[in-house]
């Protein structure tokens, strides 16, 4: 069946350095690859995506990359700051045939914290 | 103002009871989901609720446990049946192409823990 692995499982940075957290997927048929922060007792909240037709995309300090060939994505988070920690989850899109269902897959998550 | 919400927000189960969780959308939605979320875990896709019609559901999740109704595109319900504490999780609604064309958006989620 679909997986998607994420690594690491939990990251320490000091505030101002960079963060990057890698996901690979399975399904071939994937074309949508989200990525979402989820605070403590909160819903996740999307932070960034990207879609199969595009290598990279940044908003601000977050950027993510995708590479289609190797089935690999990553987060990366350039001058970190203490609020950035959360728990930061990739997700990868379910597809079937041409289009798509809607569902995600969802990597094991990334306990990120940043030190003041 | 909320543009999903759930009810409830939390609740404490006596074990073989069951509880309904309603999800409610501001506008309407065509594909409307529900996760699961165990203690310190990822988030797992339950089923995906049809708009009148049964619910499909995902490998692991059966409607006897779980079922789901879609009444019309701005709301649905879980009821997780036949409680035990492995029932313990956090259920969350989720819509598809709310605010853009492919972004999933997350209800608040529903605390459910089982004694």
């Known amino acids: 069946g679909e997986n998607v692995e994420q690594h690491p499982s939990t990251l320490s940075v000091q505030e101002g350095d960079s963060a990057v957290i890698k996901c690979t997927y399975s399904?071939?048929?994937?074309?949508?690859f989200p990525w979402y922060k989820q605070e403590l007792g909160k819903r996740p909240q999307l932070i960034i995506d990207?879609?199969?037709?595009?290598g990279e995309k940044k908003d601000q300090r977050i950027a993510v990359t995708l590479n289609k060939t190797a089935k690999h994505f990553s987060l990366h988070i350039t001058e970190t700051q203490p609020e950035d920690s959360a728990v930061y989850f990739c997700a990868a899109s379910i597809g079937r045939g041409s289009g798509n269902t809607g569902k995600l897959i969802f990597g094991q998550g990334t306990t990120l914290q940043v030190k003041p | 103002s909320a543009v999903i919400s759930q009810k409830p927000s939390r609740d404490i189960c006596q074990r073989g009871t069951s509880l309904t969780i309603q999800c409610q959308v501001d506008s309407q939605v065509t594909m409307m989901f529900w996760y699961r979320q165990q203690p310190g875990q990822s988030l797992t896709l339950i089923a995906t609720a049809n708009q009148g019609s049964e619910a499909t559901y995902e490998s692991g999740f059966v409607i006897d446990k779980f079922p789901i109704s879609r009444p019309n595109l701005t709301f649905s319900t879980l009821t997780v049946s036949n409680l035990s504490p492995e029932d313990s999780s956090i259920y969350l609604c989720?819509?598809?192409?709310?605010?853009?064309?492919?972004?999933?958006?997350f209800g608040p989620g529903t605390r459910l823990t089982v004694l």
């Open positions: 990207i879609r199969s037709n595009v």
């Open positions: 399904d071939s048929a994937s074309n949508y």
């Open positions: 989720s819509v598809w192409g709310l605010f853009n064309e492919n972004e999933q958006f």
